[in-house]
């Protein structure tokens, strides 16, 4: 009796850890150092810093190659100058595609450490994971986009308006598209903010949670990343989908695949609504919680892997 009951337990407990997507996690470790190396290491990659720029692209294919990706590029030219997009791809049981992207610049000359060496940090170890998982059931394309931050934010020069233009003329199937747009401030204090209305009414006010932010026609997708999220018992997802004019809710690369009709969400610790480092020299590496940010990254690597 007291062996079929241990044989049981194993049994429940290896049933428990496949259903969570816990075959595999995200290494805070791996998050934090990759941080770091962009925004401390590096430091600044404002669309002017040429230098810094292909440092930053380097990087991003040496941790694909550690993977066991081969990295392509998208070289696009604006107001003269050259600029690029890289990206991999993950084949999957179905051509249909998904796309996991994260602006790789900065604003002007500023470390980025949340905005957004995280995102990229939270891309490559999700590109990681899904590597060793295998065999997702969309084909997953891992970008990383240039020109994000002003002057060129809105515009059709956007690194990923580029890259969804060039899906659009793939004439790929696109199941839909994620930005990962600073994923790595938290804190257990009531200093969450939100635009002007009843959200603060609806809305936790301790800055603890990720958000998961779409409009209205892309809501589906924002709910999958927060059923997943919260099947893994992590950390809280909040959820809203909504109309364009509400403040925040398009600021980021998700917003350029809106453009050609893609269905898009972004996933964010709500940046400037709760980050008062947003966009300044105090945006460093040592003010993030890697361990909350690998709570986000699992969260996406088991949305990713399965059907939606």
Request: glycine content about 6%; charged content about 20%; hydrophobic content about 40%.
């Amino acid at each position: 009796m007291k062996l079929l009951y241990l044989v049981t337990l194993t049994i429940v407990s290896i049933f428990k850890s496949v259903s969570a997507g816990d075959l595999t996690v995200a290494n805070p470790e791996r998050l934090k150092n990759s941080v770091i190396f962009l925004s401390d290491s590096i430091g600044s990659r404002s669309f002017s810093e040429n230098v810094n720029i292909e440092k930053t692209l380097k990087f991003i294919q040496l941790e694909f190659e550690k993977i066991g990706l081969t990295c392509s590029t998208q070289t696009f030219i604006v107001d003269g100058n050259e600029y690029k997009n890289i990206y991999a791809v993950i084949p999957g049981q179905v051509e249909e595609t998904f796309v996991v992207g994260a602006h790789y610049d900065t604003c002007d000359k500023l470390p980025g450490a949340d905005d957004n060496a995280s995102g990229v940090a939270g891309v490559i170890e999700a590109a990681r994971l899904v590597k060793d998982h295998g065999n997702p059931y969309f084909t997953l394309i891992f970008s990383f986009f240039s020109l994000e931050e002003p002057p060129f934010f809105g515009t059709k020069n956007m690194g990923s308006y580029r890259f969804a233009e060039l899906l659009n003329q793939q004439n790929r199937k696109i199941r839909g598209m994620v930005s990962v747009e600073m994923i790595g401030f938290f804190t257990d204090d009531k200093i969450q903010q939100y635009p002007p209305g009843i959200f603060e009414w609806l809305y936790p006010k301790e800055a603890n949670f990720i958000a998961s932010v779409s409009n209205i026609n892309s809501s589906n997708l924002a709910d999958e990343y927060q059923d997943k999220i919260d099947n893994l018992n992590e950390i809280h997802c909040v959820q809203f989908s909504g109309p364009s004019s509400v403040p925040g809710i398009d600021l980021s690369d998700h917003s350029a695949f809106w453009h050609f009709g893609y269905e898009a969400f972004m996933i964010t610790d709500t940046s400037f609504l709760r980050n008062r480092n947003y966009h300044t020299q105090y945006d460093l590496s040592s003010t993030l919680d890697y361990k909350r940010m690998s709570f986000v990254v699992n969260g996406l690597v088991l949305m990713v892997t399965n059907k939606f």
